[in-house]
């Protein structure tokens, strides 16, 4: 019979207490996974995989351990428990670890209202198959398209409790379920590719089959007839498929952890403007139906709506209570963690305050420069914010797109690019990092 999560976690911490561990913290995960393949019409490849997984900490003093394991035996957890506190007694002290203190601890566990799960039945192979059938059928419909890559299709469904021995036990179930298709045009040397994918938290939202295939076709039929473009100085507007990047390095520096080792290009940047003024971006963990959100973060604190910046001006950092202590400052109540990792500091849902403008207007507006569609590999320097990304996408002549560009390279600086970023009115909401496609007046392209 099937241990209730909820007892594996209990029984953990006993097992803990009972291997002489002073605090202690647990997390058990049960999940199913479901991905399906399709080429030429026929089924590919299809995978199911179902588990538990089981992770404790311990605390010895201010010494720590963590031991995770996919056995949940009862000699198993005593063993695990054993082999962390031996563990922890050779570590070296922590100043900063431990538990949260029970006052601190999240109140409000019910999660019904954040809509998590889907409660419709798991989708069979068959259904997933016709999905990825659907979409690579429509992507071939479309007249230049030589072949599919790739038409995949994907369910998921996790059950997650954590309990500490400071008194919290929570937990809650999510579900997913996502498309996608890659799409070829052309022949030979001048073939390109593009893709596009939708990824829900219930079936109902899921974009239908078709139309990703046909997106998937048009946007890699854009790419023909590529060419490198001019070197200099020249507006850059990111396709809000990309514009999230952005924002991305922004979070990642001033995440805790980047910010107690110094290693960060915003490290003295509290309490200044780093987005143009009327800009916000703001932190919301409790948006129904979106990846990124929960009630109570991995250090069981309650998780609240946030300013990060407010009116161009950064408020705060990005903390849990380890990074939080070690900087004189409260959690912000934003610690992730797995079975086999402990708690690090990470961003929930977060929105950037969009604009006024259509990304036609921004591509009107701008003159001649490239607008970005797709980037690969990258030298970010996160101690200065130097950017260099390769880059191709479309370029623009005279506020009109004209041809298609690749093998180019563009390069910045990460505070100068978010300073000066003009910001479109096209992001799509439903993602858990809500930004639209963003304008960067000045940039170094280099082609030709």
């Given at each position: ?363 009107r507006d701008m003159g001649t420069g490239l607008l970005v569609t797709s980037m690969i590999g990258s030298t970010i320097n996160q101690n200065t914010g130097d950017y260099s990304r390769g880059a191709a996408g479309l370029w623009v002549e005279n506020g009109e797109i004209t041809h298609t560009i690749n093998e180019c390279t563009i390069a910045g600086n990460l505070r100068d690019m978010l300073l000066a970023m003009i910001p479109a009115n096209d992001a799509r909401t439903h993602l858990s990092r ?15």
């Amino acid at each position: 019979m099937t241990q209730a999560l909820d007892a594996l976690a209990a029984q953990m911490l006993n097992a803990a207490k009972a291997a002489g561990a002073d605090a202690a913290d647990a997390m058990a995960v049960r999940g199913t996974s479901l991905s399906v393949d399709v080429r030429a019409g026929k089924l590919e490849e299809a995978q199911r995989e179902e588990g538990t997984d089981i992770g404790l900490r311990v605390f010895v003093g201010q010494r720590t351990a963590i031991v995770s394991s996919s056995d949940t035996t009862s000699r198993t957890l005593s063993e695990m428990a054993e082999r962390a506190v031996a563990m922890a007694r050779e570590a070296p002290e922590n100043p900063y670890a431990g538990l949260a203190d029970p006052a601190q601890l999240a109140r409000d566990r019910d999660v019904e209202a954040l809509e998590l799960f889907d409660p419709s039945d798991e989708p069979a192979p068959a259904y997933l198959q016709e999905d990825a059938a659907q979409a690579e059928a429509a992507a071939l419909e479309v007249q230049g398209i030589s072949q599919v890559q790739s038409a995949s299709a994907g369910y998921g469904a996790r059950d997650i409790f954590i309990a500490g021995s400071n008194g919290f036990a929570g937990g809650y179930r999510r579900t997913d379920r996502g498309l996608s298709c890659v799409a070829i045009a052309g022949t030979g040397t001048g073939m390109e590719r593009d893709y596009d994918g939708d990824s829900r938290i219930f079936q109902s939202d899921l974009r239908s089959a078709a139309e990703i295939g046909r997106t998937a076709a048009e946007r890699a039929l854009a790419r023909l007839d590529a060419r490198k473009p001019p070197t200099g100085a020249f507006p850059v507007l990111f396709d809000e498929r990309i514009a999230s990047s952005l924002i991305g390095h922004l979070l990642g520096a001033i995440n805790g952890s980047a910010i107690t080792r110094g290693a960060s290009f915003l490290r003295d940047a509290m309490g200044t403007q780093v987005l143009p003024k009327g800009l916000s971006l703001l932190e919301d963990p409790h948006r129904p139906r979106i990846g990124g959100s929960r009630l109570f973060d991995a250090e069981f604190l309650p998780t609240a709506k946030r300013a990060v910046v407010e009116d161009g001006i950064l408020q705060g950092w990005t903390l849990d209570l380890a990074t939080g202590r070690q900087l004189g400052l409260p959690s912000t109540a934003n610690a992730a963690r797995g079975t086999s990792s402990g708690p690090s500091p990470a961003s929930w849902n977060t929105a950037l305050t969009q604009g006024t403008a259509s990304r036609a207007d921004l591509i009107r507006d701008m003159g001649t420069g490239l607008l970005v569609t797709s980037m690969i590999g990258s030298t970010i320097n996160q101690n200065t914010g130097d950017y260099s990304r390769g880059a191709a996408g479309l370029w623009v002549e005279n506020g009109e797109i004209t041809h298609t560009i690749n093998e180019c390279t563009i390069a910045g600086n990460l505070r100068d690019m978010l300073l000066a970023m003009i910001p479109a009115n096209d992001a799509r909401t439903h993602l858990s990092r809500v930004v639209p496609s963003l304008l960067v007046p000045g940039m170094t392209i280099a082609g030709s």
